[in-house]
């Protein structure tokens, strides 16, 4: 199998893919005519890529059966196309959760503190105590607003606790109803120490929320932490924007979709809103470029370059990810964390055929079912104890009629019985 990476990867990614018996080439600088190229070139059978842009004219121009991002996220490769090719499409999820968590509070603790205007004074030759030891807020006993409760929600989550921080949460994913849905490992509950009931310390201290516009009214800090898709697409609009306090903190290091920037702009300048983002509309492709945006130019808000996963914990964990995604497919057909399968059926009914486990029968039943125009979306065939038996599982698009039913039986003495269930819409 023969594997291109065609983004920046770690050595230990490389050697493991080797030890798992594929070809590797390592291309990292590859982007849009130049990646097509190298995988017409290659014949590579799977695509590694971190944040490069995987399109369907790439798609066109090689025989890719898999493409794996190298990370979290996976709005950068064309999912649609992929799904129309029958190309898999696979991503590294939760393994770069702590990392952006730790960027997270850095974040927070810098729009607190005001610690790069503090280096960059000090850097100029500026001693400026007077202006930097007015009174920040602190942090204990603040809110934290927490939109997306994924791994990196949770991540975060844990370490404001610890921070003895209040929480106020919606998620996307349906953490929305009461703080039961709250995943029993959350707290660090420094409240233990002091003897205090756990339970009830997380009741008192997290609130979970039916809307975005509810986490931004009764927070301090708004952190975001949403996977990019139509769904979430501007979530953080200006109605949700305006519910912030004034002198709030905004926290994005997820994705640029899903923030109205230029509504967040608007509320640095009319209600002094501080904002630390990692991510940005219209990104430079490349690691180095010229890069401006307005919410940049603004006082009180700080920029990072879309390192969130960039830690050598987060890299060297996606890295060996990958090589067990790749592994996978390789020795099994199967594709650990995929993301293009359908998630749940179009077929209305299921067939159940028991047999002789022999040649010639599955092949039968299928050329009748091609015959009569039903198309089979997902079939199953397990096999018995001694191999001489097996049932088969055949879901199709609609219901076989009666006669049908009753040829298969009648033409292929190794068919014991033909049941048929209708599956739920």
């Known amino acids: 199998m023969k594997v291109l990476v065609a983004d920046k990867f770690e050595k230990s990614g490389i050697e493991g893919l080797k030890a798992a018996g594929c070809e590797v080439v390592y291309e990292p600088d590859l982007k849009d005519a130049a990646l097509a190229e190298a995988l017409g070139r290659t014949g590579a059978d799977v695509l590694v890529v971190r944040s490069t842009p995987v399109t369907e004219p790439m798609m066109d121009a090689g025989r890719l059966a898999l493409i794996v991002r190298a990370g979290a996220g996976y709005n950068t490769i064309d999912v649609q196309a992929a799904s129309r090719r029958g190309i898999y499409v696979s991503n590294c999820p939760g393994k770069n959760s702590v990392a952006v968590a730790e960027l997270t509070f850095g974040l927070m603790i810098a729009l607190d503190r005001r610690i790069p205007d503090n280096v960059a004074e000090l850097q100029r030759g ?100 949403l996977a990019a898709s139509p769904l979430t697409k501007n979530i953080v609009n200006a109605g949700v924007i305006d519910q912030l306090k004034p002198g709030a903190y905004v926290i994005n290091t997820a994705r640029a979709d899903v923030v109205d920037y230029d509504a967040l702009a608007r509320a640095v300048v009319e209600k002094g809103i501080r904002v630390a983002v990692d991510v940005y509309p219209g990104e430079p492709a490349s690691a180095t470029s010229d890069y401006a945006h307005p919410l940049l130019g603004l006082p009180g808000v700080y920029g990072t370059h ?120």
Not at 167 to 183: A, F, K, M, T, Y
Not at 215 to 225: G, P, S
Not at 381 to 408: G, H, Q
């Open 126 to 225: 500026k001693w400026n105590k007077k202006e930097y030891s007015k009174s920040a807020r602190g942090l204990a006993g603040s809110t934290l607003g927490i939109l997306g409760f994924g791994r990196i929600g949770q991540e975060v989550a844990k370490r404001a606790l610890g921070f003895q921080m209040n929480l106020v949460i919606w998620s996307e994913l349906g953490v929305r109803q009461n703080r039961d849905s709250i995943p029993v490992d959350l707290p660090l509950l420094l409240e233990m120490r002091r003897g205090q009931d756990a339970s009830r310390s997380i009741q008192e201290r997290v609130s979970v929320v039916n809307t975005p516009a509810e986490v931004a009214a009764r927070c301090d800090v708004l952190t975001i932490h």
């Open 306 to 425: 879309h390192i969130g996963a960039s830690t050598n914990q987060a890299q060297e964990a996606i890295a060996e990810e990958t090589v067990r995604i790749v592994k996978a497919y390789k020795e099994t057909g199967r594709v650990p964390n995929v993301v293009n399968l359908a998630k749940k059926s179009p077929a209305t009914h299921s067939l159940i055929v028991r047999h002789r486990d022999q040649p010639g029968v599955l092949a039968s039943l299928f050329s009748k079912l091609a015959g009569a125009g039903i198309n089979v979306h997902e079939a199953e065939n397990l096999v018995f104890e001694t191999a001489e038996t097996a049932i088969a599982r055949i879901n199709v698009d609609r219901e076989p009629s009666a006669t049908l039913i009753d040829s298969f039986r009648a033409d292929c003495a190794a068919v014991f019985e033909v049941k048929i269930v209708a599956l739920a819409a």
